[in-house]
């Protein structure tokens, strides 16, 4: 289970609406399994069907939350017209088994978001805890 502020949620439903027809991704920094920023990302591919951080800005939010005492506890990203489910290429370059890989979807007339586990080329789907 995850917990996200439900703020930041609005945060990530703007930002994905606002980068169409792109993929919208960023980084969520908390402790523990509690989410306390959002950390809105470049997406260097600029493509609606996938996504890359600038190294630069994974450096930089890295270094931002180990001085406020966090850590990266996961990513997002968002479909913009394919349902909230990793997809292949999610599952492959999925790199860090202990992160929660967030995908919002806009496929459908409301925002969908859901939260994964990726370990060993499996994925399975984690609650989502909305916080206020």
């Known amino acids: ?7 930041i949620i609005e945060r990530i439903i703007a930002q994905a609406r606002e980068e169409l027809p792109n993929e919208a991704c960023g980084l969520l920094t908390g402790e523990g399994n509690v ?14 069907e996938h996504f890359s951080f600038d190294p630069r800005e994974q450096f930089a939010v890295l270094k931002s939350a180990r001085q406020s005492g966090q850590r ?3 990513n997002f990203h968002s479909h913009p017209a394919t349902p909230a489910r990793p997809s292949g290429e999610d599952i492959r ?10 995908i919002l979807s806009l496929a ?17 789907q984690v609650s989502i805890e909305v916080e206020g």
């Open 72 to 74: 990266i506890i996961a």
């Open 93 to 102: 370059l999925a790199y860090d088994p202990e992160l929660c890989y967030i």
């Open 1 to 7: 289970m995850i917990r996200i502020p439900r703020e």
């Open 108 to 124: 459908e007339e409301q925002p969908v978001i859901k939260a994964f586990s990726i370990r060993d080329g499996r994925a399975e």
């Open 35 to 48: 989410v306390a920023e959002l950390y809105p990302m470049r997406n260097v591919d600029a493509s609606p």
